[in-house]
Each structure stands twice: as C-alpha cells, then as structure tokens.
C-alpha cells in the first residue's frame, strides 16, 4: 500500500509517518519501480502499535524500547511492566496537579460576582498569587 492508504488506515498523518522511518520506529518499506513506498500488513501492524502507543503518551524512547520488546516475544516483559507502571505513576501525578489546577480555578470562578473589572474577584485572585499558593 502506498503511504496515502497507510495514512487513512491508521489515521497517522503522512509526515508522522515519514518522521518515524527517519527516526527508525518503521523499517524503511520496499520500493515501488515508479519509487513509491511499498508498505505492508507489518508495516500497517507496527504503526498502529507506535500509533495507540502514542495516544496513551508514551514517550519515543519508551515506544522504541516497547517495539524492541515487542520483536523478541522471548523476551521476559518485566521492562515492558516497568515502563507502563512508570507511565502510569506519571499519569496519576498529572491528574493531581490537573485535580489541584480545577479545584483552584472552581475558587476564583466561585468568587465571581459580576459588575465592574475594577471590581472583579477573578482578577483580583489572579493577582493576589500569594493567595492562590496558599490554597495549594
């Protein structure tokens, strides 16, 4: 297939898909006799593993070393199990802070009473950042 149809299939932008042959995450796909890529089923397979990869925020390394993994299914999992229980402990970190970020901003909107700027609690929480961390 040529990139275009790897492209919709796996819903990968073509540059993205260029980029990770250059960076090695895509063995190079077979030439057509016009020079066209030539990609298959394997191709298509990798990609969509780098692709929910991705979408789940693992970073290149961790795909690359997922991908390594992956190719020796001999291999004990225990990087694998590693790598994700990582990824996981810095998911719930982030839904903290994002946890902490709502909580604060539910505050200063909470304050809100209309009328005028000059007036205004969001502003002046905004600007008052001494009190904003402190309700940290």
Do not use: W
């Amino acid at each position: 297939m040529k990139i275009g149809e790897l492209s919709r299939a796996t819903g990968t932008n073509i540059e993205t898909i260029r980029y990770y042959e250059r960076i090695g995450l895509l063995p190079p796909p077979a030439r057509t006799g016009a020079n066209y890529r030539d990609y298959g089923a394997e191709h298509r397979s990798r990609l969509s593993f780098v692709r929910h990869s991705r979408d789940l925020g693992f970073t290149i390394e961790e795909v690359r070393s997922l991908l390594d993994l992956s190719d020796h299914p001999d291999r004990d999992c225990a990087d694998a199990d590693r790598i994700a229980t990582a990824h996981l402990d810095q998911v719930e970190e982030k839904i903290a802070q994002l946890s902490a970020l709502r909580d604060e901003l539910a505050r200063i909107v909470g304050r809100c009473r209309g009328g005028l700027a000059g007036d205004c609690r969001v502003i002046e929480a905004l600007g008052d950042h001494g009190q904003c961390e402190g309700a940290h």
